[in-house]
């Protein structure tokens, strides 16, 4: 090799060792680890449940006779109402405040859309819209101020596609039930049953209060009125 190509190699071996000295300087090391950022679903609204913020439903309550069923206005109306959804757990819900018979004050329930279902925010179903089959949840109720004996209760959908008329009109209806069994002997029958009846784009138009194991009297809350926000 000729002294020229040796100085010409040494000149490039040098050039390449400077460039990726170089390129090591200025590399960066990585970033620290972000987990990606998960965005909230779109807020859906069940039609059998509108829950969008600033709807209402007035009710009025009725007492049914143990005999015959019959129902008699008891001149005590009750309303319901959506305010803004809210995140629990990085999940949207809607907050859905609503009226028991035997509760004065308002309760609240946050529910999230699921698929076919709708679930509150424990994770328990309370409608179906397609699955009339299924029993959600079984448990015990009891003993308490409403029941001396501990009874079974379970979760399931009751009537589907079956027409019920309230003072808002006639409605094409499915239902929600939850059944208690009774315990051998009850002088009420096997079974006594809060049904909640809703409507498609209405809402509930009739719920079963709350009752007492020791008398036979029930009350029903039928729909009056309703206005829906933002309807489609």
Not at 10 to 34: D, E, F, G, H
Not at 68 to 87: E, I, L, M, P, Q
Not at 94 to 122: C, G, M, N, W
Request: proline residues 8%; glycine residues 4%; charged residues 20%.
């Amino acid at each position: 090799m000729t002294k020229n190509h040796s100085i010409m190699l040494l000149i490039w071996v040098c050039t390449w060792a400077c460039v990726a000295t170089s390129c090591r300087k200025k590399q960066m090391p990585p970033p620290p680890y972000l987990p990606p950022v998960v965005p909230l679903p779109p807020t859906s609204y069940n039609d059998y449940m509108p829950m969008r913020p600033g709807s209402y439903w007035i009710y009025e309550f009725y007492a049914l006779d143990s005999a015959n069923g019959a129902a008699h206005a008891t001149g005590r109306f009750d309303s319901a109402y959506v305010a803004a959804d809210t995140t629990i757990n990085f999940r949207r819900y809607h907050t859905y405040f609503y009226h028991d018979y035997f509760s004065p004050e308002y309760q609240i329930r946050y529910q999230q859309d699921s698929l076919q279902y709708t679930v509150d925010s424990k994770g328990l179903i309370i409608l179906a819209t397609r699955d009339f089959k299924s029993v959600f949840r079984t448990y015990q109720f009891g003993p308490n101020a409403a029941v001396s004996d501990t009874i079974k209760v379970t979760e399931q959908m009751g009537n589907r596609y079956a027409t019920t008329v309230v003072p808002a009109g006639s409605f094409m209806t499915i239902s929600f039930l939850e059944v208690f069994h009774l315990p051998p002997g009850s002088p009420y029958g096997t079974e006594r049953i809060k049904e909640h009846v809703y409507a498609r784009n209405i809402g509930l138009v009739k719920e079963t209060s709350g009752f007492y194991f020791s008398t036979p009297q029930v009350y029903e809350k039928r729909l009056v009125r309703y206005y829906l926000a933002n309807k489609r």
